[in-house]
């Protein structure tokens, strides 16, 4: 009898490390996927985005796109794409930790990169894409953005680095390639 005494009196505080375990898990997780990968240089990925454009007809030249990502505010990583998914204008959900995810009064797919910065991206898309999968390895293009919740990236251009590659640009690209990008 005085065991189980002695266990519901620690019940409370057990039961409060479990939650905080969960949440420490949630928040900290992306860090299990930061040092999966070699950081790439934006040289690299223009190399890729070089080779993979001249194989599928892609809208952007690689020139155009060096252009860009030398701008102030452009930004070019790498990593895998988490939790993809395609947003009709007005759609989303509010979210401090997916801001890309937030609500916007144009249709885009939204996604998480992670690798060693972990930040949401979003690229404006007249209808979903035939596949992007997640989980595949991604390289993208595009300015660094600021909504309600933080940070985000407004993607300009996206690589699908899967079999076979696969390059996105958004639905309307603007005439002079600068950051921040107009809305569609």
Same mark, same amino acid.
């Given at each position: 009898?005085?065991?189980?005494? *002695? ?8 039961? !409060? %490390?479990?939650?905080?375990? =969960? ?5 900290? !997780? ?15 990925? %223009? ?16 020139? @155009? ?8 505010? +452009?930004?070019?990583? @790498? !990593? ?8 009709? &204008?007005? &759609? ?5 930790? &997916? ?10 797919? &939204? ?7 972990? =930040? ?5 898309? @007249? ?5 992007? /999968?997640?989980?595949?390895?991604? *390289?993208?293009?595009?300015? %660094? ?11 300009? +251009? ?5 079999? /076979? ?18 809305? /569609?």
């Amino acid at each position: 009898m005085q065991k189980h005494s *002695a266990f519901n009196r620690w019940r409370p505080a057990l039961l !409060g %490390l479990v939650f905080a375990g =969960i949440g420490l898990g949630v928040t900290l !997780g992306n860090l299990f996927f930061q040092g999966q990968y070699a950081e790439k240089t934006t040289q690299q990925l %223009l190399r890729e985005y070089e080779e993979i454009s001249s194989q599928v007809q892609a809208v952007l030249t690689t020139q @155009d796109l060096r252009n860009f990502v030398e701008e102030d505010g +452009a930004i070019a990583i @790498d !990593g895998q794409a988490l939790f993809t998914t395609f947003l009709p &204008a007005g &759609a989303g959900f509010r979210s401090v930790y &997916a801001t890309a995810f937030d609500e916007q009064s144009f249709s885009r797919l &939204a996604f998480y990169v992670t690798g060693s910065q972990g =930040i949401g991206g979003s690229i404006p898309l @007249d209808s979903p894409p035939e596949t992007f /999968p997640g989980f595949e390895d991604i *390289a993208v293009f595009g300015c %660094l953005a600021e909504w309600r919740y933080g940070d985000y990236v407004d993607v300009l +251009a996206v690589v699908l680095e899967a079999e /076979p590659a696969t390059v996105y640009v958004r639905s309307s690209v603007p005439e002079h390639l600068t950051c921040p990008l107009p809305p /569609p």
